[in-house]
T-cell receptor, first 116, second 113 residues
Framework: KNQVEQSPQSLIILEGKNCTLQCNYTVSPFSNLRWYKQDTGRGPVSLTI?????NTKSNGRYTATLDADTKQSSLHITASQLSDSASYIC???????????????FGTGTRLQVTL | DGGITQSPKYLFRKEGQNVTLSCEQNLNHDAMYWYRQDPGQGLRLIYYSQIVNDFQKGDIAEGYSVSREKKESFPLTVTSAQKNPTAFYLCASSSFRGADTQYFGPGTRLTVL
């Protein structure tokens, strides 16, 4: 069964500090992996997308890494800001053709709180 | 939230009532999706549509119905057959290619009284 597990479930950090969120998946074959940011009561917004051949992808202070061999990804946030407080969701798309859009596997997310 | 709108933002329903959640997109996307989000769980796919007048059941379609009469619109009806409808509902769209990024609407929070 395809699964995506994220850790930690929740995290509290001080403003200005860095943090790293983890995502482990069992989806196979694999097409791509996305990280989404979801503010409370809002829809998720895409941060990064990586295919199996990419090791790292940055979007401002967000840097995602991917190790397709170990089926692990991480999202590193640099110099955190209060606005980074949100849930971060890892989403994996399986490989193949027809119907991949319907087969996304979503992680349960990591809830990040940035405090003063 | 891109070019996807959902309404209403909050919805209250009495037991036994059907309610319809609206989803509209102006991104010219072929594919649209409905997800349900519950605390501590990943998003779960209810229904999806890859073309007008066609839609497919997702993992948790029981108690829900949809229609796709226009490319821009994909309304979701939560019927009285859905035993636990209180949740956050998210609509998304993507271009026809299945691996493309999905763009999400702002969501509708449905509460059953």
């Amino acid at each position: 069964k395809n699964q995506v597990e994220q850790s930690p479930q929740s995290l509290i950090i001080l403003e200005g500090k860095n943090c790293t969120l983890q995502c482990n998946y069992t989806v196979s074959p694999f097409s791509n992996l996305r990280w989404y940011k979801q503010d409370t009561g809002r829809g998720p917004v895409s941060l990064t997308i990586m295919t199996f051949s990419e090791n790292t992808k940055s979007n401002g202070r967000y840097t995602a890494t991917l190790d397709a061999d170990t089926k692990q990804s991480s999202l590193h946030i640099t110099a955190s800001q209060l606005s980074d407080s949100a849930s971060y969701i890892c989403v994996v798309t399986p490989g193949g053709n027809t119907g991949t859009a319907s087969k996304l596997t979503f992680g349960t997310g990591t809830r990040l709180q940035v405090t003063l | 939230d891109g070019g996807i709108t959902q309404s209403p933002k909050y919805l209250f329903r009495k037991e036994g009532q059907n309610v319809t959640l609206s989803c509209e997109q102006n991104l010219n996307h072929d594919a649209m999706y409905w997800y349900r989000q519950d605390p501590g769980q990943g998003l779960r796919l209810i229904y999806y549509s890859q073309i007008v007048n066609d839609f497919q059941k997702g993992d948790i379609a029981e108690g829900y119905s949809v229609s796709r009469e226009k490319k821009e619109s994909f309304p979701l009806t939560v019927t009285s057959a859905q035993k636990n409808p209180t949740a956050f509902y998210l609509c998304a769209s993507s271009s026809f290619r299945g691996a493309d990024t999905q763009y999400f609407g702002p969501g509708t929070r449905l509460t059953v009284l």
